[in-house]
């Protein structure tokens, strides 16, 4: 699992096939229309559907609850995501915040105080600012009510401002809303000072978008000390933390560093990746959070996933002859 990079390497090592597939499958994640045909049709859908199903709980919120139970009675925390992003139709965004406010509903019966996670595009981001900004206060409204915790995603670095601004209206207001930092911008250095100042769980990534290279680091070694440093400023912050990386060297240094004993740490993973390591610093006692998701937008996640680790490419052949059949929390 670490051939690809260690720090001191000072990169990814990917052969040129594999940099072929990561650079095509990152602009296959940002092709709305080859989005549209995939969703469309009555044959790729059900086909990468056998494949989406490692990384995406179900199709239908009916079916993401139970998983979050499972996990839940296993003594990991969950975060919920409804997937989806860049809607532009009003109609839809509108759907798309009722669809959030039930999953509170259904999480707040069944008294799970767990996270939802969603893209402020998917909630009307992508039509204006305000309409965001108005349906966030309802979904953080009600989260509040059930003391669930939101977080927002980070998107394109083209939309990092208007995230941020709307982030920080909100959370001067509501506590229980966070949100995600890509490490790999540049700009986040400066951001992650003002960011402090909010009482919001700070939740860091490295970054999935392909950048353009003023604006963001590719994966390095640099990416990961600047991980590095981000998570000790918050952690001698005292400020809550979500540290979402699958990467066992830098967990390891953080291991070592004794950052999972604070109360304020812990650690978050994607559903379907590296399960193994995740159960394993459970069992060590430290705060692990599974990241769930559900829903038929999953097209723009699929292509993050396998476009991580091309690895991942393997699976999503023999999972299309033979189809993926674990119970959801099958190895963790
Ligand atoms: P990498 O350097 O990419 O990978 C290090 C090692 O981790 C790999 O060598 C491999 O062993 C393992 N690994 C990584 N990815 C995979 C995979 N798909 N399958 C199998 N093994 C893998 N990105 C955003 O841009 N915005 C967000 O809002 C956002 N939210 C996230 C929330 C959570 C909880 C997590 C865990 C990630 C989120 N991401 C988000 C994705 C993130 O930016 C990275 O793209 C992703 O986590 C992979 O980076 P990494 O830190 O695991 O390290």
Known sequence: ???????????????KAEQLVVQALKSAARDERMKHTVQQSTELYPLLWKVAKRYVTGEEREAAIPSAREFIAKDYQISLEFIGENTTDLVE??????????????????????????????????????????????????????????????????????????????????????????????RTEVDIQQLIQYPGKIRLVKGAFQEPTDVALKRSEELNKRY??????????????????????????????????????????LYGVRSDLLHQLKAKGYRCKVYLTYGREWYLYLCHRLAEYPENL??????????????????Y
């Open 1 to 15: 699992m670490l051939k690809y990079w260690k720090i001191g390497e000072g990169g990814i090592r990917m052969n």
């Open 93 to 186: 965004c509108q759907k798309a915040k009722d669809e959030y406010l039930q999953l509170i509903e259904s999480m707040g019966a069944s008294s799970m105080k767990q996270t939802v996670s969603f893209d402020l595009s998917h909630i009307g981001l992508s039509i204006n600012a305000k309409l965001a900004y108005k349906h966030l206060v309802e979904l953080a409204q009600k989260a509040n009510q059930y003391e669930i915790t939101l977080m927002i995603s980070m998107e394109e670095s083209s939309k990092t401002s208007d995230i941020l601004d709307i982030y920080k209206k909100i959370a001067s207001r509501y506590s229980n809303v966070g949100i995600t930092l890509q490490v790999h911008l540049y």
């Open 228 to 269: 590095l440093y981000y998570v000790e400023q918050l952690v001698n912050a005292n400020h809550p933390i979500s540290i979402a990386t699958h990467d066992e060297v830098l967990i390891q240094e953080m291991e070592q560093r004794r950052y999972f004993n604070q109360p304020n740490v812990e650690i978050e993973m």
């Open 314 to 331: 393997f699976l999503a052949v023999a999972d299309i002859i033979n189809p993926f059949m674990l119970t959801k929390s099958e190895g």
